[in-house]
């Protein structure tokens, strides 16, 4: 049974969604993106899995070993096309800033930072903010 969320819990998600969207825009793009999957891909995996299932009863069937491992093969590839994200076919469209407004990628990427120093100059940036 679901019940809906308190006014009260309602105005804390929203809290922590901004603070997501703030802190790390690029996690608040990526969970907020629709994952999409083509039915082709469904079809091919069973169609995979299915073939598979059958060259490894044909290959147990007539004792060779090779058709069993090939059936095998084939299933498991099908089973690793379903749970595959699909790849992403061209760069990312910006950066959603604090307010909610979308920044154009650039078209050349500067050198990052290490991930240890961003990691530092935030929490520098949070313990100044919080006057601590």
Same mark, same amino acid.
């Given at each position: ?66 058709? &069993?491992?090939? $059936?095998? =093969?084939?299933?498991?590839?099908? %089973?690793?096309?379903?749970?595959? *994200?699909?790849?992403? +076919? !061209? &760069?990312?469209? $910006?950066? =959603?800033?604090?307010?909610?407004? %979308?920044?154009?990628?650039?078209? *050349?990427?500067?050198? +990052? !930072? ?19």
């Amino acid at each position: 049974m679901l019940m809906p969320l308190s006014e009260y819990e309602q105005r804390v998600l929203e809290q922590m969604e901004r603070a997501l969207t703030s802190d790390d825009p690029r996690l608040a793009n990526t969970l907020q993106a629709p994952r999409r999957r083509s039915a082709l891909r469904y079809v091919l995996a069973g169609v995979g899995v299915v073939g598979g299932l059958l060259l490894l009863v044909l290959g147990a069937a007539l004792s060779q070993t090779w058709l &069993g491992v090939i $059936g095998f =093969v084939l299933m498991f590839a099908g %089973v690793v096309l379903v749970f595959q *994200s699909p790849r992403s +076919r !061209k &760069g990312p469209v $910006g950066t =959603v800033e604090a307010d909610g407004t %979308v920044r154009p990628a650039a078209a *050349s990427k500067p050198a +990052r !930072k290490p991930f240890l120093s961003r990691l530092e100059e935030r929490w520098d940036r949070r313990r100044e903010q919080d006057g601590r």
